[in-house]
């Protein structure tokens, strides 16, 4: 539709319906930024259905999302860290949180991705990048005040670009006419460069890995106690994985103030995956392309996949991520 005709066409509809407001009608057609409150039961069961062995991250973002959503004057935007090895579904989870507060998703207007390597890959233009970039947030969130912002790639994020949005994350009422209170800003790492590779206490870790060797540390201390993985709670995690990355000069929030000004409110840990749970993603994705599930490809598709420590083999170094591609040659 393009807007003189989608007005028309509201307008007539309004006018013959009566009851309904040109803004709800408008809104039937249109994308519209809209107060809503967040369906917790809803995002539960996305969370339950489509994310595979994340009790943690599951029980985190859930708690997060609907208590910030449910308060009606939050004194700051809600800032949330996803940290873990890589493929184990950080990306995934902000696309769910992003269908859960925007139903269009990664596609809505008011649903932001930056990606460090694509959009700030200069060192030389940090300048322009930081001005850039308070001008995209303040005028989004004056068009949208629950606007989503996702920065993918946060361990290649120059410290200075990250310098420029901390005063949007803090407890300002407003800063210049405009309240960033009601915004989500979702920061994911990026861990894991099978090159770069070193074997600490027997787990092999990645240099640029802040906090996701600690938690994968933390999964193969519990795994060979003979403890349940799903006993592993925040508190096993939390203290480690700030300090992990507050340490971790690789760190797009090191040294950036975020961290010791308490402007992250959530660090979300994600789990090393198993290969059951990279069976279960491999059904899935059989599932998602209408196949039938066939339990011989699974356990081939599986089996393809390289598990570490050296020893045991226990998770999946690539966690769920070339599944797809492998399911291609099956
Ligand atoms: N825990 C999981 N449950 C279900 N599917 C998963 C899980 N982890 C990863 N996947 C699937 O694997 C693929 C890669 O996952 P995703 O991009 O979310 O990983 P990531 O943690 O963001 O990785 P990276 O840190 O390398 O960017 C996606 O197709 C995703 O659906």
């Given amino acids: 539709f393009e807007p003189i ?3 028309i066409a509201v307008g007539a509809a309004s006018a013959l319906t009566g009851y309904l407001s040109y803004r709800d009608l408008y809104c039937r057609f249109a994308e519209c930024c809209r107060e809503q409150p967040l369906n917790a039961s809803a ?6 259905e489509k994310l595979f062995g994340q009790h943690l991250a599951t029980e985190v973002i859930l708690k997060a999302l609907t208590g910030f959503k449910n308060n009606k004057n939050p004194k700051k935007p809600l800032t ?7 493929g184990t579904g950080k990306n995934l989870v902000s696309q769910i949180a992003a269908e859960n507060l925007h139903p269009k998703g990664l596609k809505s207007n008011f649903v932001h991705l930056f990606v460090s390597t694509l959009h700030f890959p200069h060192e030389q233009h940090i300048k322009l990048y930081q001005d850039q970039l308070q001008r995209w947030i303040r ?5 949208c005040a629950s606007s989503v912002f996702i920065f993918d790639e946060m361990d290649k994020l120059h410290p200075g670009v990250i310098d420029a949005i901390k005063p949007f994350l803090d ?26 590779y070193r074997v600490l206490s027997g787990v092999p870790c990645a240099i640029h890995n802040a906090g996701g060797d600690l938690i994968t540390k933390t999964a193969l ?4 106690a003979g403890r349940r993985r799903e006993g592993i709670q925040l508190k ?8 992990g990355v507050f340490n971790n000069k690789h760190s797009g929030l090191w040294h950036s103030g975020l961290i010791d000004r308490n402007l992250i409110d959530y660090f979300i840990p994600f789990l090393p995956l198993e290969y059951s749970h990279v069976k279960m993603c491999v059904r899935a994705e059989m599932k998602a392309r209408g196949s039938a599930i066939d339990e011989d490809v699974v356990t081939r598709v599986a089996e393809e ?12 170094d690539k966690g769920c991520k070339t599944v797809q591609s492998r399911l291609d040659f099956h």
């Fill in 171 to 196: 407890y300002y009422e407003q800063i210049d006419g405009v309240s960033y209170r009601k915004a989500i800003f979702i920061f994911l790492r990026f861990f894991s460069h099978i090159g770069h």
């Fill in 221 to 224: 201390d519990f795994w060979r």
């Fill in 5 to 7: 005709s989608l007005g």
């Fill in 236 to 243: 096993d995690l939390e203290p480690a994985l700030s300090v």
């Fill in 139 to 143: 005028g989004n969130v004056s068009a």
């Fill in 43 to 48: 995002l539960k069961l996305n969370l339950e």
């Fill in 80 to 86: 949330l860290s996803l940290h873990g090895w890589a």
């Fill in 305 to 316: 996949m390289t598990f570490f420590p050296k020893d045991e083999k226990i998770y999946s």
